[in-house]
C-alpha cells in the first residue's frame, strides 16, 4: 500500500511528477491549475530529485523548454489551462512532428476566450482532434478521480516513451481543484544519463559521441515525396496505438437498456446519475471512455447493439458526441446533453436528459 | 614545388574543420550564414566540445544548419530557440548549448523567449545573425531593416511612420543583468573573421564558468534578399549597416 494522502487533484500531479522521476517541469500560472506550479516550488525537488522547475514566460516558452528537455530524452511536462493551451498548441504540434515524448496536462475551463475560471469540458476538439496544425494526434488519457490524476501521470509517460508520442491528460477545474483520498506512487528514481541513452540513444540530442551519428530532433522535411512518407508512418503509430491502448470503464452496463457516455468529471456525475434513473426504474448505464484518443469506439458500436439509445454527456455544447455518433453510425438514437461555460451539470439533470431526449424521443 | 608537394600534410596551414560535415550548403554564394558556420564548427573542435555541444537552429535560411556541423541539434519553432535551450541547459548542466538566430527568428516573432532566456542568464551562447531582412521567406522587412531600405514588404523603402524603427535588440540585451558578454562582430573578411573567432571561443568559455548568457551579434549580408552582388553587400554593410549597428563589444564581465 503507497502512503495515503488527502489532496488537490492539481497538488497530485506535482506530487506524482516528482514521485516519477520527472526531470523538468515547464509552467506558467492560470486558475484553475496554478497550484501545479506552486505546488513543485514549494516542494523544491531539485533539493531532492534534481528535478528542474521552472515559471516561464508564457505558454508557448514553457511548451517549447517541454520540446528541448524532450528532445534530451529527459521526462518533461507542462501544464496549462485552456487559454493557455492554446498557446500550446504550436509547440505540441512540433513535438508530435518530431516524435518527441512528453506530458500535458490541460485542467480545462470554460471557453471561448478568456472565458471562465470555472470547469468545463469544452477542448475536447482541440485535444483529440488537433488543435495545433497538420495531421497529428496526441494520446489523450481523462481522469475521473484524483487517484486517476497520479496515476495518469506515470502512465502518460509511459505511453509517451513507447510511442514516441505527446501525451495529454485532459482534466478540468472540477477534478484539479477537488480534494480525494489518494495512494500516492513510490518514488521511482529519475534516469541516468547512461540510462537515457540506453533507452533513447538513436535519437535523443546528448552530445554526438565518436560511435554514433549526429542525433537531430526536427519535423521539417523539405522533400514533400519524403514528408508524405513520414506521415504514412505517423498514421501507422496512431493505428498501433488505437489498435492496443483503448482504456475505458463500464459501469452498470450489464442489463442496461440505455447508455450514457461521459468523460472525466461527467463521468463522476453520471454514476450518481445511473444510480438515480435505477431508482425510477430505468435501466441506464455509464460507458466511460479513458483514453479519448485512442477513442473506444469499438466497445461503444458493441453497446449499441444491447441499448435503445445514447445520451453523450459532457459539458460543452457537444463535441465528444460526434466520436459516439460515428462509433454508433446511426443505428440507434445518440443525443448531447450537459451544462457549459463553467456550469456543472447535476444529476438530476442528466436523467431528465434522458427521459426527454431518448426515452421519450 | 608542385601540387603534391602543397597537399602533403607537413605543409598544410589551413584545414576543413572536422566538425563541417561534407554535405553540399544550401547557401546562396555570398551569404554570411557559411562563413559563421564555419568559425562556430572551429571553435567547437578547437576547444574539444563536439560531444557536449548541442546547436538549436532556427526558422529562417539557417534552419538546416543541422545539415552542416557534424553536432546533436534541435530545430525550434519560429523564435523559440531560447525556450527550447534554456531546458537543454539546465537538464544537461554539463553541455555547451548554443542557439543560432535570425533576425526575424530572435528580433520579432521570438523577443519574449530571448529577453527572458537572457535575463535569466541562462548559461548559454546565442549567435544572432542581423542580415536586415527575411531571408528565407523571399526579402521581406526584418524588425532590424534600415529606414529607407527596399524589401518585399517594404516596395518603396521602409518608412517609419507605416514600418517603425529598426529595432537594436543587442543594445537592448546589454541592459539585462543575466548577460554577461554582449558583442557585435561581422564577417566580411579575414581581419573580422579572427575577430569573431575570438568572441565565439570566449562566449563557449563563458558558459563553461557559468558566467551568464553570452550573445554574439554577427552583421551580415543577404545578397540576394538585397539584390546585389556579394561585393557590394559588403560593401553597403559597411557604409548602411554599420553606422546603425556599430561593431564592438557592448558588455564584457
Ligand atoms: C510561425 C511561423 N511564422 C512564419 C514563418 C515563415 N518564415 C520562415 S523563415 C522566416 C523569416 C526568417 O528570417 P530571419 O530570421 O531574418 O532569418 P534569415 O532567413 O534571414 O536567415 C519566416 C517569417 C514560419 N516558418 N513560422
Given at each position: 500500500m503507497g502512503e495515503l494522502r488527502l489532496m488537490k487533484g492539481n497538488e497530485v500531479i506535482a506530487e506524482a511528477a516528482i514521485r516519477a522521476g520527472v526531470d523538468g517541469y515547464f509552467g506558467y500560472p492560470i486558475t484553475p491549475q496554478s497550484e501545479v506550479l506552486e505546488t513543485l516550488m514549494a516542494r523544491m525537488p531539485w533539493e531532492e530529485t534534481g528535478m528542474v522547475v521552472l515559471q516561464a514566460e508564457s505558454e508557448v516558452a514553457a511548451i517549447n523548454m517541454v520540446y528541448g528537455g524532450a528532445s534530451c530524452g529527459k521526462k518533461v511536462m507542462t501544464s496549462s489551462s485552456s487559454p493557455g493551451m492554446s498557446l500550446k498548441m504550436e509547440g505540441i504540434t512540433y513535438l508530435a512532428g518530431a516524435e518527441l515524448p512528453c506530458l500535458v496536462v490541460n485542467v480545462v475551463r470554460g471557453g471561448p476566450g478568456l472565458g471562465t475560471i470555472q470547469p468545463a469540458q469544452s477542448d475536447y476538439f482541440q485535444s483529440v482532434k488537433?488543435?495545433?496544425?497538420?495531421?497529428y494526434k496526441l494520446i489523450v488519457l481523462a481522469p475521473n478521480s484524483v487517484q486517476e490524476m497520479n496515476d495518469f501521470v506515470g502512465l502518460g509517460f509511459d505511453l509517451a516513451f513507447k510511442y514516441l508520442n505527446p501525451a495529454m491528460i485532459l482534466t478540468d477545474g472540477m477534478i484539479g481543484q477537488m480534494m480525494e483520498k489518494v495512494e500516492l506512487a513510490d518514488f521511482t528514481p529519475r534516469w541516468t544519463e547512461e540510462e537515457i541513452i540506453a533507452k533513447s540513444g538513436t535519437w535523443a540530442t546528448t552530445g554526438k559521441t565518436k560511435n554514433r551519428e549526429r542525433n537531430i530532433s526536427t519535423s521539417l522535411e523539405l522533400d514533400s515525396a519524403k514528408q508524405e512518407i513520414f506521415n504514412h508512418k505517423l498514421q501507422a503509430k496512431y493505428k498501433t496505438i488505437e489498435e492496443n491502448e483503448v482504456r475505458y470503464e463500464k459501469f452498470m452496463c450489464d442489463d442496461a437498456e440505455y447508455l450514457f457516455v461521459a468523460y472525466g468529471s461527467s463521468s463522476r456525475i453520471c454514476q450518481k446519475s445511473v444510480e438515480l434513473a435505477r431508482e425510477k426504474g430505468i435501466k441506464v448505464g455509464l460507458l466511460r471512455p479513458i483514453t479519448l484518443f485512442p477513442f473506444p469506439s469499438k466497445q461503444i458500436n458493441e453497446m449499441a447493439d444491447q441499448v435503445k439509445g445514447i445520451l453523450s454527456v459532457e459539458m460543452s455544447a457537444g463535441q465528444m458526441i460526434e466520436d459516439v455518433k460515428l462509433a454508433v453510425n446511426c443505428r440507434i438514437p445518440v443525443e448531447h446533453f450537459g451544462r457549459y461555460g463553467g456550469i456543472i451539470t447535476s444529476p438530476e439533470e442528466i436523467v431528465e436528459a434522458l427521459e426527454q431526449k431518448i426515452i421519450g424521443g | 614545388m608542385d601540387v603534391k608537394d602543397i597537399i602533403k600534410p607537413e605543409n598544410l596551414v589551413y584545414g576543413k574543420s572536422d566538425v563541417i560535415l561534407d554535405n553540399v550548403m544550401?547557401?546562396?554564394?555570398?551569404?554570411?550564414h557559411g562563413t559563421i558556420h564555419k568559425v562556430i564548427a572551429e571553435v567547437i573542435e578547437e576547444m574539444g566540445i563536439q560531444d557536449k555541444t548541442i546547436g538549436i537552429s532556427p526558422v529562417g535560411c539557417s534552419v538546416l544548419a543541422y545539415n552542416y556541423l557534424d553536432i546533436d541539434w534541435q530545430q525550434a519553432a519560429h523564435g523559440r530557440a531560447p525556450a527550447l535551450a534554456t531546458a537543454t541547459k539546465r537538464l544537461m548542466p554539463e553541455k555547451y548549448v548554443f542557439t543560432y538566430q535570425g533576425d526575424g527568428d530572435l528580433?520579432?516573432?521570438g523577443t519574449a523567449e530571448i529577453m527572458h532566456a537572457c535575463n535569466r542568464g541562462e548559461n548559454i551562447v546565442v549567435f544572432f545573425v542581423n542580415n536586415?531582412?527575411?531571408?528565407?521567406?523571399?526579402g521581406q522587412m526584418a524588425p532590424t531593416t534600415l529606414i529607407g531600405m527596399k524589401t518585399a514588404t517594404t516596395p518603396y523603402g521602409r518608412n517609419v511612420e507605416l514600418n517603425g524603427h529598426p529595432l537594436k535588440i543587442t543594445e537592448l540585451i546589454a541592459q539585462l543583468p543575466g548577460t554577461c558578454y554582449v558583442t557585435r562582430q561581422s564577417a566580411e573578411a579575414a581581419g573580422p573573421v579572427r575577430k569573431l573567432k575570438k568572441a565565439v571561443r570566449k562566449a563557449f568559455e563563458n558558459s563553461a564558468q557559468k558566467k551568464g548568457t553570452s550573445f554574439i551579434e554577427i552583421v551580415g549580408t543577404c545578397n540576394s534578399g538585397w539584390k546585389m552582388s556579394p561585393v557590394k553587400s559588403n560593401e553597403w554593410m559597411k557604409e548602411n549597416m554599420f553606422p546603425m549597428y556599430p561593431l564592438g563589444d557592448m558588455k564584457d564581465e
Amino acid at each position: 500500500m503507497g502512503e495515503l494522502r488527502l489532496m488537490k487533484g492539481n497538488e497530485v500531479i506535482a506530487e506524482a511528477a516528482i514521485r516519477a522521476g520527472v526531470d523538468g517541469y515547464f509552467g506558467y500560472p492560470i486558475t484553475p491549475q496554478s497550484e501545479v506550479l506552486e505546488t513543485l516550488m514549494a516542494r523544491m525537488p531539485w533539493e531532492e530529485t534534481g528535478m528542474v522547475v521552472l515559471q516561464a514566460e508564457s505558454e508557448v516558452a514553457a511548451i517549447n523548454m517541454v520540446y528541448g528537455g524532450a528532445s534530451c530524452g529527459k521526462k518533461v511536462m507542462t501544464s496549462s489551462s485552456s487559454p493557455g493551451m492554446s498557446l500550446k498548441m504550436e509547440g505540441i504540434t512540433y513535438l508530435a512532428g518530431a516524435e518527441l515524448p512528453c506530458l500535458v496536462v490541460n485542467v480545462v475551463r470554460g471557453g471561448p476566450g478568456l472565458g471562465t475560471i470555472q470547469p468545463a469540458q469544452s477542448d475536447y476538439f482541440q485535444s483529440v482532434k488537433g488543435g495545433g496544425h497538420g495531421d497529428y494526434k496526441l494520446i489523450v488519457l481523462a481522469p475521473n478521480s484524483v487517484q486517476e490524476m497520479n496515476d495518469f501521470v506515470g502512465l502518460g509517460f509511459d505511453l509517451a516513451f513507447k510511442y514516441l508520442n505527446p501525451a495529454m491528460i485532459l482534466t478540468d477545474g472540477m477534478i484539479g481543484q477537488m480534494m480525494e483520498k489518494v495512494e500516492l506512487a513510490d518514488f521511482t528514481p529519475r534516469w541516468t544519463e547512461e540510462e537515457i541513452i540506453a533507452k533513447s540513444g538513436t535519437w535523443a540530442t546528448t552530445g554526438k559521441t565518436k560511435n554514433r551519428e549526429r542525433n537531430i530532433s526536427t519535423s521539417l522535411e523539405l522533400d514533400s515525396a519524403k514528408q508524405e512518407i513520414f506521415n504514412h508512418k505517423l498514421q501507422a503509430k496512431y493505428k498501433t496505438i488505437e489498435e492496443n491502448e483503448v482504456r475505458y470503464e463500464k459501469f452498470m452496463c450489464d442489463d442496461a437498456e440505455y447508455l450514457f457516455v461521459a468523460y472525466g468529471s461527467s463521468s463522476r456525475i453520471c454514476q450518481k446519475s445511473v444510480e438515480l434513473a435505477r431508482e425510477k426504474g430505468i435501466k441506464v448505464g455509464l460507458l466511460r471512455p479513458i483514453t479519448l484518443f485512442p477513442f473506444p469506439s469499438k466497445q461503444i458500436n458493441e453497446m449499441a447493439d444491447q441499448v435503445k439509445g445514447i445520451l453523450s454527456v459532457e459539458m460543452s455544447a457537444g463535441q465528444m458526441i460526434e466520436d459516439v455518433k460515428l462509433a454508433v453510425n446511426c443505428r440507434i438514437p445518440v443525443e448531447h446533453f450537459g451544462r457549459y461555460g463553467g456550469i456543472i451539470t447535476s444529476p438530476e439533470e442528466i436523467v431528465e436528459a434522458l427521459e426527454q431526449k431518448i426515452i421519450g424521443g | 614545388m608542385d601540387v603534391k608537394d602543397i597537399i602533403k600534410p607537413e605543409n598544410l596551414v589551413y584545414g576543413k574543420s572536422d566538425v563541417i560535415l561534407d554535405n553540399v550548403m544550401h547557401y546562396c554564394p555570398g551569404c554570411t550564414h557559411g562563413t559563421i558556420h564555419k568559425v562556430i564548427a572551429e571553435v567547437i573542435e578547437e576547444m574539444g566540445i563536439q560531444d557536449k555541444t548541442i546547436g538549436i537552429s532556427p526558422v529562417g535560411c539557417s534552419v538546416l544548419a543541422y545539415n552542416y556541423l557534424d553536432i546533436d541539434w534541435q530545430q525550434a519553432a519560429h523564435g523559440r530557440a531560447p525556450a527550447l535551450a534554456t531546458a537543454t541547459k539546465r537538464l544537461m548542466p554539463e553541455k555547451y548549448v548554443f542557439t543560432y538566430q535570425g533576425d526575424g527568428d530572435l528580433a520579432s516573432i521570438g523577443t519574449a523567449e530571448i529577453m527572458h532566456a537572457c535575463n535569466r542568464g541562462e548559461n548559454i551562447v546565442v549567435f544572432f545573425v542581423n542580415n536586415a531582412i527575411y531571408g528565407m521567406t523571399g526579402g521581406q522587412m526584418a524588425p532590424t531593416t534600415l529606414i529607407g531600405m527596399k524589401t518585399a514588404t517594404t516596395p518603396y523603402g521602409r518608412n517609419v511612420e507605416l514600418n517603425g524603427h529598426p529595432l537594436k535588440i543587442t543594445e537592448l540585451i546589454a541592459q539585462l543583468p543575466g548577460t554577461c558578454y554582449v558583442t557585435r562582430q561581422s564577417a566580411e573578411a579575414a581581419g573580422p573573421v579572427r575577430k569573431l573567432k575570438k568572441a565565439v571561443r570566449k562566449a563557449f568559455e563563458n558558459s563553461a564558468q557559468k558566467k551568464g548568457t553570452s550573445f554574439i551579434e554577427i552583421v551580415g549580408t543577404c545578397n540576394s534578399g538585397w539584390k546585389m552582388s556579394p561585393v557590394k553587400s559588403n560593401e553597403w554593410m559597411k557604409e548602411n549597416m554599420f553606422p546603425m549597428y556599430p561593431l564592438g563589444d557592448m558588455k564584457d564581465e
